[in-house]
């Protein structure tokens, strides 16, 4: 118990229920662990190759047993790091030596089976953010277009969640989705799914992702077609199993391409903030509020949303299911007039507009009814519901109207409520 | 020598991760993943000073204070005043009776601002005195004093009834 203060059976009680509640928790330690390690071994990176990018210009920094060489000119001692850098091209970072288009291509081939190649296409990632390989393999029974991209994402952050978490089905239609953590803490998610999630064409759409403890982040893809889009089906499925996904996705020849890839100048440095979500309502908060303001009488049967800003209730009237969704954002004035020129302006000025029309994902008769607002200031805090009569996009129509009218939407949209978000 | 360190970093970031984790859990009032990226951020930070660390002694108080310190950091970029947070903690196992007291703590620390509920944590969890505590947070003895007992009174409020289960003799 902390001594010198007087304490009483409250704090007593208070510590207990502490020591029992912060004991439930438990985390994937290995996986803590090695993204600690990760962020401090590329903040040390980047600091060794501030000061010897600041100093001489040469940066020979042995990494994971590669060699580093310096490029461009000098910079001046001002840099102190890297990750500071504005140049698109890495002036006086250590960058390892990168992958050509052609070498990507020659280690994707390598890890298929055997097969006939054509249409070759990459990039090395050097002049152009990110690097990829794709090219149409025939096993004997179809080509197939495949692909392998690669990028870097900050490891534990909401990307990560984005890339590695299976889609929600009340938006996507897909055949299969898991994803597990690997002994070395990476996290991976394999995919059966369709390039169409309205599946207007059938063609079959399977990836897998990879995403390290470091950040590094591979995406294998396939399709039963020769190409992604616009290309007839040539097979039954894509060429590789689930497993050989896995198999090609892990090579570790990916992770040092990755690691080649130059710093992309626009993103955050790594180590200035552990906190990668961009400012915005919480996706919970905003359920919870939409949630709050529905008509009695709609029963709310299923919820989702995202991190943040996102919302989503699926309610039954008992005369079907109707999607509901909504978006509180911050920041939009910029757009105001394209948003809201055919709109109203409210006393107060808040701006109006109502749409209806058909859904975005083409399912059959499904309509879309919209009310969009945004608030008087300077903060463009806006808040835009729309209602479906479907209780998924993709979905055809259960209904003839959605279960709210526009006159509701418009209702929720306005509530006083939201403004504690903004 | 330089391999003997990275090993003591490795055995300490291993031996420390849950707990670090859990205090985290506890800062956070239960944003599971935001507590996952602070505890990844303060064994980053600390692989890169474990040189002098090591020297300093007590790495794992060092530890603590690194993690508070990444979490008002995040909390006031996050937003410009205290905020409370309101969001429905991810508890594992929430279905038996004892989960929905640890529930209902969690939410009230929600409910405390940052700084506050930091120096519950650091006084009730992690068991620091005034001193240490205000050391961790670079404020005066009497802030820390200050808070506490405001903080304490918040808590009493919102949980007085609900804590009497943890009634000991």
Redesign the interface.
């Known amino acids: ?5 007087p304490h009483d ?19 994937d ?1 290995a ?3 090695a ?10 990176m980047r ?1 060794r190759a501030g000061v010897l990018g600041g100093a001489a210009g040469i940066a020979l920094v042995g990494v994971g047993g590669a060699m580093l060489l310096p490029e461009g000119s000098p910079s001046g001692p001002e840099r102190s790091s890297v990750a500071s850098s504005a140049t698109a091209r890495p002036s006086a970072s250590a960058t390892l030596v990168p992958f050509s288009g052609d070498d990507l291509l020659r280690e994707l081939k390598k890890l298929l089976p055997k097969g006939r190649f054509s249409e070759e296409a990459a990039s090395g990632g050097v002049n152009a953010p990110g690097a990829y390989a794709h090219l149409v393999y025939d096993d004997g029974k179809g080509g197939a277009a495949i692909g392998v991209s690669f990028a870097r994402v900050e ?4 990307q990560v ?1 984005e890339l590695t978490e299976c889609p929600d089905e009340t938006f996507v239609e897909y055949d299969d989705c898991s994803t597990s953590r690997l002994p070395d803490g990476s996290l991976l998610k394999l995919y059966r799914g369709y390039e169409y999630p309205d599946r207007r064409v059938d063609t079959k759409f399977w990836s897998a992702d990879l995403v390290t403890a470091e950040g590094q982040h591979v995406t294998v893809s396939e399709w039963n077609s020769p190409a992604e889009k616009d290309a007839p089906i040539t097979r039954q499925d894509p060429p590789l199993s689930t497993a050989q996904l896995k198999e090609v996705v892990t090579a570790e020849v990916w992770r040092r391409v990755v690691d080649s890839l130059p710093d992309d100048p626009k993103k955050p440095s790594m ?1 200035a ?4 979500r961009p ?1 915005g309502a ?1 996706g ?2 905003v359920v919870e509020t939409l949630a709050g303001l529905l008509p009695e009488k709609l029963k709310v049967v299923t919820r989702g949303g995202q ?1 943040t800003e996102y919302g989503y209730v699926v309610v039954d009237d008992s005369k079907g299911r109707s999607l509901v969704q909504i978006n509180v954002q911050h920041g939009m004035a910029d757009v105001a007039g394209q948003l809201y020129g055919n709109g109203e302006t409210l006393p107060d000025g808040t701006r109006v507009t109502t749409r209806q029309g058909p859904g975005e994902r083409g399912a059959a008769g499904v309509v879309m009814w919209t009310a969009d607002t945004m608030r008087p200031g300077t903060d463009g805090f806006r808040v835009v519901i729309s209602a479906f009569n479907t209780g998924a996009q993709h979905e055809d129509a259960t209904r003839d109207a959605p279960a709210l009218t526009v006159e509701q939407l418009k209702e929720i949209a306005l509530s006083p409520k939201w403004d504690r978000m903004r | 020598m330089r391999q003997r360190r990275a090993d003591e970093y ?1 055995e300490f ?2 031996a420390r ?2 707990h ?4 985290a ?2 800062l956070t009032a239960g944003d ?17 000073r474990w040189g002098r660390m090591t020297r300093v002694g007590n790495p794992a108080g060092y530890a603590q204070t690194v993690l508070t310190r ?1 979490f008002l950091a ?1 909390q006031r ?2 937003s410009s005043g205290e905020r409370a947070t ?3 903690p991810d ?3 929430a279905a038996d009776g ?2 929905s ?2 529930l209902t ?2 939410a009230a620390l929600a409910r405390l601002p940052a700084k506050d509920r930091a120096v ?2 650091l ?3 992690e ?5 240490q505590t205000a050391d961790v947070l670079n404020v005066s003895s009497a802030a820390v ?1 200050t808070r ?1 007992v405001r903080a ?1 009174g918040r ?2 409020e919102l949980l ?1 009834e609900d ?2 289960e ?3 003799p």
């Open positions: 118990m902390p001594e010198n203060q059976a409250f704090e007593d009680r208070l510590t207990a229920a502490l020591r029992d509640t912060g004991d439930q928790f438990d985390a330690r996986a803590l662990v993204g600690g390690h990760a962020r401090g071994r590329r903040a040390r600091r490891p534990g952050s909401r969640r180590s903030a552990p906190d990668t400012p919480s919970e908060a991190e | 490795a970031a291993a991760a849950g670090l984790y859990r205090s859990c506890l599971t993943h935001l507590a996952e990226d602070l505890v990844q951020e303060t064994l980053g930070r600390l692989y890169v990444a995040h970029r996050r309101d969001v429905f508890l594992p196992g004892d989960a007291l640890r703590l969690l519950i944590v006084r009730y969890w068991d620091r005195s005034v001193e004093r506490c304490l808590l009493r007085g804590l009497s943890y009634a000991r």
